[in-house]
């Protein structure tokens, strides 16, 4: 019963933060508090939204529906719309019902609409039109009690200057409280949960108000205007929601409520014809309008997972595109062994224009020549004859290997490409390799091939003065189709760094990272699998914690320390152990497991180097300014961490802006057997019990 109550009682928060774009039970606490001036606003907002769980329950909508948060805080905002008309009674507490299921069926009406055709979110739009419709049909509704001309002016605060009466009021008419000290309530959460939206909100207020100031000739008539609420919630929406929080995405939220204005005035004229207010009518169709075009001219930077606040929707988005790229087509090499590039992007011969983006790879000796004896015949050339390698998992779309080899120095300038194979990815995108030795092929057009199987051998036809291998990314099945960027998977330098992200250079000599089967079995964790640690702080045992393998709702694997909602979720990808994210409190003993190993290959090779890129929130706080400030600025400031394999068990780390230092050695069957963090003011230690894993 008591697990009952507290779900019900954090949903309930949980949909008071949502009328402020935000997930937090505080932010909601607050919110219903200041609600509390008003018992008529709080009672009926409660009733309608108690009504939506009962009644989507009732029709077959489950808990963990994604309309679920929209009807709720829209069945919220039309109970307190009714609280703020009419007092309670029976007949109020009838129409919050009747409404609560209107808006129930509108909300989820409209989100099949919206989502499916347009790939835009429902927003208050149900509340507007419920609200309306109620508007409207009051007149007729002589038996309630109106309450809208009780008036509580004790809430507001006579010596504030206008400016300041009209933001506070503007900040109370969300929760339909047009009152200065529930203005001070609204911003304080909003202040204290997010630092973005407070900037975003303010600031949008007063832009939007100087407009219509102008434009009125009057900033008192401006400051008195109730409807101004809408340049707030456009602001937020705008530039610290749906968009990643950025100077450019202030800019666009600030343009938004200059377009705002007009429509805001142009509404207001129409619906005072039928004595009602306009609601939230501008906000909706700005911010549907602005996100429409935006999705599809391809704005870069559109959040596709919005996350509780706008600072932990930007500090998702730098920690995923500063150490992840889902866009760059990422091959492997095809070829094993050490290689030298012979030609990089944009190099000084024929990788020029529209073929720009290729790669040749030859073999060097220890006095960079790629051949043997005089190098007269292509049997001198080291990589002659060498197997080629699939670099990608794909089907084969297109195969040649009758062209003849040419002599060395001489080039066929009639069949540039000479013997090629294309090979369309798994990932959408098409990998060509050229140059093959004549009939050498081991393929053939409609053969599906796996990363590393042998496709062809290396040869010296087509425009090709000496026996090399050719390889280039494009997005078409043609033959010399236009090249893409793309970065080589799995690679490391003569000096042991793995290029990850990295362009090749010209004479860099270059090799396959070498896979561990040894270290891929002791990194697959399963479901369920708990490890049992020893906590020392300062060589001091504090206390023994447990952390457990979990899957969240959509399927990802992460690390849970028991006894909390710290999350560390991970996976294996691309011949690599990584850990993707960090969620939960911001001294989670779980942090330091994410200094250790941010990201490992999956390799036993000593002295292999490598460095990664540190999310933002392992050391500052996502509620906290700096956040804010790293909005106008993504790259500043950026935690990167360098590792290095020292044996088959044991690797190291140094974290130099931070200045930790880290150790893990493995467990030889799995896990992490021991984990050392090391700052200038403690040593945390995670020593793995005797049967500490299962």
């Given at each position: 019963?008591?697990?009952?109550?507290?779900?019900f009682?954090?949903?309930?928060?949980?949909?008071?933060?949502?009328?402020?774009?935000?997930?937090?039970?505080?932010?909601?606490?607050?919110?219903?508090?200041?609600?509390?001036?008003?018992?008529?606003?709080?009672?009926?907002?409660?009733?309608?939204?108690?009504?939506?769980?009962?009644?989507?329950?009732?029709?077959?909508?489950?808990?963990?529906?994604?309309?679920?948060?929209i009807?709720?805080?829209?069945?919220?905002?039309?109970?307190?719309?009714?609280?703020?008309?009419?007092?309670?009674?029976?007949?109020?507490?009838?129409?919050?019902?009747?409404?609560?299921?209107?808006?129930?069926?509108l909300?989820?009406?409209?989100?099949?609409?919206?989502?499916?055709?347009?790939?835009?979110?429902?927003?208050?739009?149900?509340?507007?039109?419920?609200?309306?419709?109620?508007?409207?049909?009051?007149?007729?509704?002589s038996?309630?009690?109106?309450?809208?001309f009780?008036?509580?002016?004790?809430?507001?605060?006579?010596?504030?200057?206008?400016?300041?009466?009209?933001?506070?009021?503007?900040?109370?008419?969300?929760?339909?409280?047009?009152?200065?000290?529930?203005?001070?309530?609204v911003?304080?959460?909003?202040?204290?949960?997010?630092?973005?939206?407070f900037?975003?909100?303010?600031?949008?207020?007063?832009?939007?108000?100087?407009?219509?100031?102008?434009?009125?000739?009057?900033y008192?008539?401006?400051?008195?205007?109730?409807?101004?609420?809408?340049?707030?919630l456009?602001?937020?929406?705008?530039?610290?929601?749906?968009?990643?929080?950025?100077?450019?995405?202030?800019?666009?939220?600030?343009?938004?409520?200059?377009?705002?204005?007009?429509?805001?005035?142009a509404?207001?004229?129409?619906?005072?014809?039928?004595?009602?207010?306009?609601?939230?009518?501008?906000?909706?169709?700005?911010?549907?309008?602005?996100?429409?075009?935006?999705?599809?001219?391809?704005?870069?930077r559109?959040?596709?997972?919005?996350?509780?606040?706008?600072?932990?929707?930007?500090?998702?988005f730098?920690?995923?595109?500063?150490?992840?790229?889902?866009?760059?087509?990422?091959?492997?090499?095809?070829?094993?062994?050490?290689?030298?590039?012979?030609?990089?992007?944009?190099?000084?011969?024929?990788?020029?224009g529209?073929?720009?983006?290729?790669?040749?790879?030859?073999?060097?000796?220890?006095?960079?020549?790629?051949?043997?004896?005089k190098g007269?015949?292509?049997?001198?050339?080291?990589?002659?004859e060498?197997?080629?390698?699939?670099?990608?998992?794909g089907?084969?779309?297109?195969?040649?290997?009758?062209?003849?080899?040419?002599?060395?120095?001489?080039?066929?300038?009639?069949?540039?490409?000479?013997?090629?194979i294309?090979?369309?990815?798994?990932?959408?995108?098409?990998?060509?390799?050229?140059?093959?030795?004549?009939?050498?092929?081991k393929?053939?057009?409609?053969?599906?091939?796996?990363?590393?199987?042998?496709?062809?051998?290396?040869?010296?036809?087509?425009?090709?003065?000496?026996?090399?291998?050719?390889?280039?990314?494009?997005?078409?099945?043609?033959?010399?189709?236009?090249?893409?960027?793309?970065?080589?998977?799995?690679?490391?330098?003569?000096?042991m760094?793995?290029?990850?992200?990295?362009?090749?250079?010209?004479?860099?000599?270059?090799?396959?990272?070498e896979k561990?089967?040894?270290?891929?079995?002791i990194?697959?964790?399963?479901?369920?699998?708990?490890?049992?640690y020893?906590f020392y702080?300062?060589?001091?045992?504090?206390k023994?914690?447990?952390?457990?393998?979990?899957?969240?709702?959509?399927?990802?694997?992460?690390?849970?320390?028991?006894?909390?909602?710290?999350k560390l979720?991970?996976?294996?990808?691309?011949?690599k152990?990584?850990?993707?994210?960090?969620?939960?409190?911001?001294n989670?003993l779980?942090?330091?497991?994410?200094?250790?190993?941010?990201?490992?290959?999956?390799?036993d090779?000593?002295?292999?180097?490598?460095?990664?890129?540190?999310?933002?929130?392992?050391?500052?706080?996502?509620?906290?300014?700096q956040?804010?400030?790293?909005s106008?600025?993504?790259?500043?400031?950026?935690v990167?961490?360098?590792?290095?394999?020292?044996?088959?068990?044991?690797?190291?780390?140094?974290?130099?802006?931070?200045?930790?230092?880290?150790k893990?050695?493995?467990?030889?069957?799995k896990?992490?057997?021991?984990?050392?963090?090391?700052?200038?003011?403690?040593?945390?230690?995670?020593?793995?019990?005797?049967?500490?894993?299962?």
């Amino acid at each position: 019963m008591k697990k009952h109550i507290l779900h019900f009682t954090d949903n309930l928060l949980y949909s008071f933060s949502t009328l402020l774009f935000m997930k937090s039970k505080i932010v909601g606490l607050i919110l219903l508090c200041a609600t509390l001036f008003n018992p008529n606003i709080t009672i009926l907002g409660i009733i309608s939204w108690l009504t939506t769980f009962i009644f989507a329950r009732f029709i077959g909508i489950k808990k963990d529906d994604v309309v679920h948060t929209i009807y709720t805080y829209n069945s919220l905002l039309v109970g307190f719309s009714i609280g703020f008309l009419f007092k309670i009674s029976f007949l109020s507490i009838l129409l919050a019902i009747g409404t609560s299921v209107l808006t129930v069926l509108l909300s989820y009406t409209l989100f099949s609409l919206f989502n499916y055709y347009f790939r835009l979110p429902v927003l208050n739009i149900p509340f507007t039109i419920v609200s309306t419709i109620i508007y409207l049909a009051s007149v007729k509704y002589s038996a309630l009690f109106v309450d809208s001309f009780y008036r509580h002016e004790m809430l507001n605060l006579t010596f504030l200057p206008a400016s300041i009466h009209g933001l506070l009021r503007a900040f109370g008419v969300l929760l339909f409280s047009p009152y200065d000290i529930i203005g001070i309530l609204v911003l304080l959460a909003i202040l204290f949960y997010s630092r973005i939206s407070f900037f975003i909100a303010v600031c949008s207020y007063y832009l939007g108000v100087s407009i219509l100031a102008l434009l009125k000739g009057s900033y008192a008539q401006a400051y008195a205007d109730i409807s101004t609420f809408n340049f707030i919630l456009i602001g937020i929406a705008v530039g610290g929601i749906f968009l990643i929080p950025s100077k450019r995405s202030y800019t666009l939220a600030f343009v938004a409520v200059i377009v705002s204005v007009f429509i805001l005035d142009a509404v207001t004229v129409f619906w005072s014809t039928f004595g009602i207010p306009i609601f939230t009518l501008p906000f909706n169709l700005v911010v549907l309008l602005f996100l429409y075009v935006l999705r599809n001219v391809g704005y870069p930077r559109i959040n596709l997972y919005i996350k509780e606040s706008p600072e932990k929707s930007l500090s998702n988005f730098l920690n995923f595109t500063k150490r992840f790229d889902y866009i760059s087509p990422q091959p492997f090499l095809p070829f094993s062994g050490k290689w030298t590039v012979y030609q990089a992007f944009n190099d000084k011969w024929t990788h020029k224009g529209h073929w720009k983006y290729a790669y040749d790879f030859v073999i060097t000796d220890d006095e960079d020549k790629t051949f043997q004896k005089k190098g007269l015949r292509l049997e001198d050339y080291y990589c002659y004859e060498k197997p080629v390698l699939s670099p990608v998992n794909g089907k084969v779309v297109d195969a040649y290997d009758l062209i003849k080899d040419n002599p060395v120095g001489i080039v066929n300038e009639k069949n540039n490409w000479g013997n090629y194979i294309i090979i369309y990815s798994d990932f959408g995108y098409y990998a060509e390799i050229s140059h093959f030795q004549y009939r050498s092929l081991k393929v053939k057009k409609g053969d599906y091939v796996k990363f590393g199987e042998v496709l062809g051998l290396c040869g010296n036809s087509g425009y090709s003065p000496q026996p090399h291998i050719h390889m280039q990314v494009q997005y078409l099945p043609k033959l010399g189709s236009e090249t893409v960027k793309f970065f080589l998977n799995n690679c490391k330098n003569n000096k042991m760094q793995c290029l990850e992200f990295k362009e090749l250079r010209k004479n860099m000599k270059i090799e396959p990272v070498e896979k561990s089967r040894k270290k891929a079995r002791i990194l697959q964790f399963i479901l369920d699998d708990e490890f049992s640690y020893a906590f020392y702080k300062n060589n001091k045992k504090i206390k023994d914690i447990k952390i457990k393998v979990c899957m969240d709702v959509d399927g990802s694997s992460f690390f849970n320390l028991d006894g909390t909602e710290d999350k560390l979720y991970f996976g294996i990808e691309n011949n690599k152990f990584v850990l993707y994210s960090f969620s939960g409190k911001k001294n989670s003993l779980l942090k330091n497991f994410f200094y250790a190993i941010p990201k490992m290959p999956l390799s036993d090779e000593s002295g292999l180097m490598w460095e990664e890129n540190l999310p933002d929130n392992l050391f500052i706080s996502n509620a906290g300014f700096q956040l804010f400030l790293k909005s106008f600025k993504h790259n500043a400031k950026n935690v990167k961490g360098k590792y290095k394999i020292l044996n088959d068990y044991e690797m190291e780390g140094i974290i130099e802006k931070e200045k930790i230092q880290t150790k893990l050695i493995f467990d030889k069957i799995k896990g992490f057997k021991e984990i050392t963090v090391k700052s200038l003011e403690n040593e945390y230690k995670f020593v793995m019990n005797s049967n500490g894993g299962k």
